[in-house]
Structure formats: C-alpha cells, structure tokens
C-alpha cells in the first residue's frame, strides 16, 4: 500500500469509498447517482485541492487501485499557545480491504504528515454509530478527551 495525494481522477473511486459503508450509503451518491450529482463533488474537490491547509488523500493498493481515503485539514489556533492542529477526517478502507492493516497504516501516515506540517496535536471526530472505529482509533492513541456537537445547515 503507498499514500498519495488524490487526483481528479479518483474522485469516482472515493465517493464510492465514502458510500461504502452503513452511514455513508445514507449520505453520500450511489455510483448510479453520481453523474447527476458531479458538479458537487467536483467543486469540493477543487476547493481541498486548492486550499493549501487541506491534504485529500488515497491509499492505493496492488495495480494502482484506491483501496482507502482519508482527509487532513491543518489548522491553526491561537489557543494552545498558536498550536495547529491536524484534523483527520472522512476515513474510508475498501470493504475488502478491512483488517489488514489498511487503516492503521493511513493512520501512521496522516500522523506523519501532521508532525510535518509542524501540528502539535491530530484530532477526529467519529459519528457515534461507528463502536469499531473508535475501539480501533483507541489504539492508535487517540483518547475520547472531549464530547463533539454538529448542527445541520442543509
């Protein structure tokens, strides 16, 4: 498995990995669906790629395929002394792919860009509904230090 930056051209293959799983067929396009709701993706794509405290990223695997995805924003603060912050979003592995390692590894690497990045704290946030995940981001070292609110514009 090698981290990349996402190209264009993985957009389909991400969306599909967003959608793959029990939350995310609730949100995201099914592959039928995805050429009437391009246009939204695209502009959020070009909107990370052009924003240069975002970092969108894929996990590819044997032959190229993107088995895996995962956003980084950095963040700067004033709090913490102007600490920034690495925040690790919208991780996805290949349901085919799940608990071999895939996720750990992408976890690692987006660390590895955060210390790069000269972050000095990575943090996450995980929907409620997602047990495993958490179990799997508690050994990672993440600890479940602060209780998250979201509210809904759409």
């Known amino acids: 498995m090698r981290m990349r930056r996402a190209r264009a051209a993985d ?10 799983d029990m939350i995310g ?6 592959s ?13 794509f070009a909107a990370i790629e052009g924003d240069p405290h975002q970092l969108l990223a894929v996990a ?3 032959g190229g395929a993107v088995i895996g995805t995962l956003q980084l924003s950095f963040i700067p603060g004033l709090s913490r002394r102007g600490l920034w912050r690495g925040q690790i979003e919208s991780v996805r592995v290949a349901s ?22 000269g972050c000095g704290l990575v943090q996450l946030t995980s929907d409620k509904r997602r047990p495993a995940a958490h179990r799997f981001y508690e050994t990672l070292g993440f ?3 602060h209780e998250g609110y979201k509210l809904d514009l759409g």
Do not use: H, K, N
Not at 11 to 20: E, R, T, Y
Not at 25 to 30: C, D, L, S
Not at 99 to 115: D, K, L, S
């Open 96 to 117: 085919s792919e799940r608990g071999g390692g895939i996720g750990r590894q992408m976890f690692e690497w987006a660390i590895a860009q955060c210390r790069e990045r």
């Open 11 to 20: 957009l389909p293959a991400i969306v599909a990995l967003l959608a793959d």
């Open 60 to 62: 590819e695997g044997e």
């Open 25 to 30: 067929r609730e949100r995201e396009a099914a």
């Open 32 to 44: 039928a669906e995805l050429a009437t709701l391009a246009p939204q993706y695209v502009a959020a």
């Open 143 to 145: 600890v479940a230090s």
